[in-house]
């Protein structure tokens, strides 16, 4: 049940941050994109490497993932699944903490990136100096983080969860009464504490895809679209989770999408997930989520700058030169690892 208690968002000035502008990739031929797609298959295998790809990198990169053996997923999955993969060497097409994530469960693995650059404004907006000086104040509370973090504040954390598995989580620490620092995400925050009752400190870092989804906008094309099913991503504004029909991780949207009768869908989250929703319900009709600006001042326009910075050209160079390599400094390593298998087991023993 959700509860209408207002949110306790940290006193803390957040850094201010760069948001890039979308990449313009050059337009390549059929031609281009197939022997672009043949060459990173033949230095996948001669590398012994697998590619671990994110539902918002575009659909080549998808296409390529699952057509060489490794998988397209949210970041529990991604994460569980190079955790469990037998290859030297995994290559994640996503943003840098799902690589540095991959690097501190897989130390002895190499990790390459296609662009190691890529971050998150979760990420950004959470230094690691600023938040340890927080949680330093706040001894008494459990500190939990969301995955969309550093290796140093993942090092700082008590647990790491992803959206897919946060409310259980909080619903756990809520049931054996600990307080809790929650970070970065202050809509999702907002969102398990009003689910759980759980008695939380909420970063206020925001997430520059789904923070400009919009309530009004929402309601209104919604009265356009009667019958169709509002899919939200819990990184959105309160505004616009309150309107949905299913608040869920990326998994779960693509789940309702196969199984609910609609056939008309509102979904507010990066449109890069319209691919697999597509792969999996070609007769479904899907319509992105209005957000800030669309077509004006709008800063991601539903998709997220960093994500796009993928490409099968730097995917293929990345294969090639071996460099991008993602490092974490052991001992840091062994620091961030302890929240991220906390959320493993945690998830074994939920599906057990
Ligand atoms: S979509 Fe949002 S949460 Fe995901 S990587 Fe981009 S900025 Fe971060």
Redesign the pocket.
Known sequence: MITSSEPNIAAVTLPKITVPTHPLWPELTAARRRELRAEIKRLLQERDAVLVA?Y?TSGDIQELAEETGGCVADSLEMARFAAAHPATTLVVA??R?MGETSKILNNEKTVLMPAPT??????EYCPAALFTAFCDRHPDHTVVVYA?TSAAVKARADWMVTSGIALPVIRHLAAKGEKIIWAP?KHLGSYVAAASGADMILWPGT????DEFRGEAMQRMRAAHPAAAVLVHP?SPAEVVVQADVVGSTTAMIQAVRELPNKEFIVA??AGIFHKMRQLAPDKILMEAPAVGIGGDCQ?CAH????EMNSLTNLLEALRSGENEIQVASELAAKARRPIERMLDFARRMKG
Do not use: I, R
């Open positions: 994110h918002y996503g943003v903490f890529a971050t998150c404004s979760l990420d969309n995400d997430c520059v895809v789904h990184e989250t990066d991601s997220c700058p960093w994500m």
